[in-house]
């Protein structure tokens, strides 16, 4: 009997044990925490947090110590009773304590007079909702507000306003504590790094300001998740930095710096302002993601945006000015090449950029279709190679897409990749993997491209160039223009060229389309009205009631 029982204390002893390295150095909500104003830490009776003090024990700051090396706050309930009124003229020390299966609920309640450098509110965040809380009257520097990384959590009805943050990484060389997943360097308003987390009614005002290079947005760095009902704004002021030969693309967003997810029903008003060196420099900016390529998981599920609206002006300088373009892209939207569909969004923002790639009203190059999308904001590009309403490069279908903002780019000097040119819907239809159409589109806008020492600089209502392939082609269907549209090279209503002379089998077709608006044209145009130059491509039931007038 006695050696049963000795065997029983010892196989106790090592379970207790394997338990103990299963959830090592955690806080559980029965192991009741000394100074909380009440609670126990439980779903029902969850921890009060009424005073500064109390905030601090949530941040790992424990008043009092048991005796345990305490790693995370482990399934932990918390409840803001009162609003928190931080001293500004202080700075927050490191939070010592991380998140695991935990819920903090402000219940209204506001968080002010966050003072850090360097330091976010909280540790490590994992499986953690954070919800129904405001946050202002806060001064960041080289800090996210909430933590540097949250994995699988949710983030819903958040204010984060009156606030200022700022990123200065010119003189930084060791990022071993940043988030750097991906081989680049995140920072975000709220949070750096976000990974499998739902977002939710988010708001963000505040004054944002960079210096350096990275990936950059008012809300998240990098998101990975799905997103609704986000707004931000305030200004973003960046500055560029040029540090070593072939530095990675930075990207900057009014909310987002990179997306792997989806948005919906999320609006920007921010002001966005960004300086590039006199340097050979990438960057993607645009109002609601820099740059969003990657699907988030399966071939059926990637980057979308859906009802997005960027209202935010979006201004880009230089002082570069060389025949090779600045690999810079602007958009409304998203900026870079985006993997996904975007549906019934809209840009009525002015954007302006100086010897870029391309700058678009929704976005530069789109490897999914564009449905019911607009743009009314004045597009402006100087020595660009691509400036249009919705899209510059189109691998998949656009319909139902509307322009009414002024168009223009102008060029000064030649450039070894292109011309400077400019459209009302799209710049150029790519069919190389598949048919392309483009339907049901209107301009109804001034669309300009300037070059009068070259007269090279072609202009057109709503597209540049349909391409044409041996296996694809490319299809303009019930596209209207009642804009006026003027270019020193080619000016068009509907389509400036088509076709590809080395294709023998197949047709581009432009068909059911309606011209109304006036063209000014040097005469180097067939049909000026409808297509300016066309080869292997079928045009029928177009018609152009608009006047031609030669410069």
Not at 179 to 196: C, E, I, R, T
Not at 361 to 368: M, R, S
Not at 503 to 523: A, D, L, W
Request: include cysteine; proline fraction near 1%; aromatic fraction near 8%.
């Amino acid at each position: 009997m006695e050696k049963k029982i000795r065997v029983t204390t010892l196989f106790l002893a090592i379970l207790l044990a394997i338990v103990a390295l299963y959830h090592p150095n955690t806080v559980k909500a029965a192991d009741v925490i000394d100074g909380f104003h009440g609670g126990s830490g439980t779903k029902d009776d969850p921890y009060q947090i009424a005073t500064v003090e109390e905030f601090e024990i949530l941040r790992g700051n424990l008043k009092v110590d048991d005796g345990y090396d305490h790693a995370d706050f482990y399934d932990t309930y918390f409840v803001l009773t009162k609003d928190i009124a931080y001293n500004s003229s202080k700075q927050i020390s490191a939070p010592q304590l991380g998140l695991t299966k935990c819920k903090i609920d402000g219940k209204g309640h506001t968080v002010s007079g966050i003072t850090s450098n360097g330091k976010s509110l909280f540790n490590r965040v994992n499986e953690t909702e954070i919800t129904n809380i405001k946050f202002k009257n806060c001064n960041l520097k080289n800090t996210p507000l909430l933590a540097k990384d949250i994995f699988d959590g949710k983030l819903s009805n958040i204010t984060f306003s009156n606030s200022k943050v700022s990123f200065n990484n010119q003189n930084k060389k060791n990022f071993r504590d940043e988030s750097n997943y991906g081989g680049k360097l995140h920072y975000g308003g709220l949070v750096n790094w976000v990974y499998g987390t739902k977002t939710e009614k988010v708001n963000v005002n505040i004054n944002m300001t960079i210096k350096g290079t990275g990936v950059y947005g008012m809300l998240y760095g990098n998101f990975r998740g799905n997103a609704t009902g986000i707004k931000t704004a305030g200004t973003l002021n960046a500055a560029i930095l040029y540090v070593k030969k072939k530095q990675a693309v930075s990207c900057i967003g009014g909310m987002f710096g990179n997306i792997e997810g989806t948005v919906r029903d999320s609006v920007n008003n921010a002001k966005i302002t960004v300086s590039l060196p006199n340097k050979k420099v990438g960057c993607n900016i645009a109002g609601i993601s820099g740059l969003g390529s990657y699907p988030l998981d399966g071939k059926k599920t990637g980057c979308r945006y859906y009802k997005c609206k960027n209202q935010g002006a979006i201004k880009v300088t230089t002082k570069w000015k060389n025949k090779e373009r600045l690999l810079v892209n602007v958009a409304g939207i998203t900026a870079g090449f985006t993997d996904g569909d975007i549906q019934s969004c809209s840009n009525s923002g002015s954007i302006t950029a100086p010897f870029s790639e391309g700058i678009a009203g929704i976005t530069n190059t789109a490897n999914g279709t564009i449905t019911k999308c607009s743009n009314s904001g004045k597009i402006t590009g100087v020595d660009t190679k691509q400036v249009s309403g919705i899209v510059n490069w189109a691998y998949k279908n656009v319909k139902s897409c509307t322009n009414s903002g002024a168009i223009k780019n102008s060029a000064s000097i030649i450039h070894y990749d292109g011309d400077s040119n400019a459209a009302g819907i799209v710049n150029y239809v790519d069919s190389a993997y598949r048919n392309v159409t483009i339907r049901d589109c209107k301009n109804k806008a001034k669309v300009t491209a300037v070059n009068k020492r070259y007269h090279a600089s072609s202009a057109a209502g709503i597209v540049n160039h349909i391409g044409q392939t041996k296996k694809h082609h490319s299809t303009v269907y019930k596209c209207s223009n009642s804009g006026t549209i003027s270019g020193d090279g080619i000016s068009s209503g509907i389509v400036d060229r088509s076709g590809n002379w080395q294709v023998k089998k197949g047709k581009n077709v432009i068909k059911s389309c309606t011209n109304t608006g006036k063209i000014y044209t040097r005469g180097n145009d067939k049909k000026p009205g409808i297509c300016g130059y066309a080869v292997n491509t079928t045009i029928k039931g177009c018609k152009n009631r608009g006047k031609i007038i030669k410069k």
